[in-house]
């Protein structure tokens, strides 16, 4: 049974750094392209940016260029959004996922608000 597990979020003030976790089981995150994407309220869900299946390929959502990293660590089946200097823009629920192919059941998400 396929589950991903994201953690990380919280309420941070704008400039602010998180780091998201995005733990799977049931399935080798190594064999697929992977994202992170987000869901704020009264919008559809977003892809904010994927990384290749070696890590060795990233691509990142014009909103977040330069502010968000996305890394993976296949030997501990883990994704990993680093986001700096957040806007009160980025406020979202944020799931990791698959990319490119069918999805895995989504995950709770981890909720990210970015508030004064």
């Known amino acids: 049974q396929v589950q991903l597990v994201e953690s990380g979020g919280g309420l941070v003030q704008p400039g602010g750094s998180l780091r998201l976790s995005c733990a799977a089981s049931?399935?080798?995150?190594?064999?697929?392209?992977m994202g992170w994407y987000r869901q704020a309220p009264g919008k559809q869900r977003e892809l904010v940016a994927r990384?290749?299946?070696?890590?060795?390929?990233?691509n990142y959502a014009d909103s977040v260029k330069g502010r968000f990293t996305i890394s993976r660590d296949n030997a501990k089946n883990t994704v990993y959004l680093q986001m700096n200097s957040l806007k009160p823009e980025d406020t979202a629920v944020y799931h990791c996922?698959?990319?490119?192919?069918?999805?895995?059941?989504w995950g709770q998400g981890t909720q990210v608000i970015v508030s004064s």
């Open positions: 990384i290749s299946s070696d890590g060795g390929s990233t």
């Open positions: 996922n698959r990319f490119g192919t069918l999805p895995a059941p």
């Open positions: 049931g399935m080798l995150v190594s064999s697929y392209v």
